[in-house]
């Protein structure tokens, strides 16, 4: 019942900016953890950054001070702000949640993912 649903990539240029959000949808009870997650080498996933339901939030250091993570807990949306963008950034990007719902204690969902492309 539950899906995260991500948009706001694309292909940007050097320098470029791009906001990626991510909405939470289904019977929620509530979100306790949201953040990005990158495809990384060996299809591994890293994280990019995270935000807690009370707005605590940590990022990777390759993207602190570019990329800032915020949510919207009224509308189970988690964003992605993305300046400064690098060749480096260039991959695909996934959404994740930690939430539970009316019949479950928290569990974690992730999104489909959204590519970023960073090229000239």
């Known amino acids: 019942q539950v899906q995260l649903v991500e948009s706001g990539g694309g292909l940007v240029q050097p320098g470029g900016s791009l906001r990626l959000s991510c909405a939470a949808s289904?019977?929620?009870?509530?979100?306790?953890?949201m953040g990005w997650y990158r495809q990384a080498q060996g299809n591994k996933r890293e994280l990019v950054a995270t935000?807690?339901?009370?707005?605590?939030?940590n990022y990777a250091d390759s993207v602190k001070g570019r990329f800032t993570i915020s949510r919207d807990n009224a509308k189970n949306t988690v964003y992605l702000q993305m300046n400064s963008l690098k060749p480096e950034d260039t991959t695909v990007y996934y959404c994740?949640?930690?939430?539970?719902?009316?019949?479950?204690?928290?569990?974690?969902?992730w999104g489909q993912g959204t590519q970023v492309t960073v090229s000239s």
């Open positions: 994740s949640a930690a939430l539970s719902t009316l019949w479950q204690d928290t569990s974690t969902y």
């Open positions: 289904g019977s929620i009870f509530s979100i306790n953890f």
């Open positions: 935000i807690t339901s009370s707005g605590i939030t």
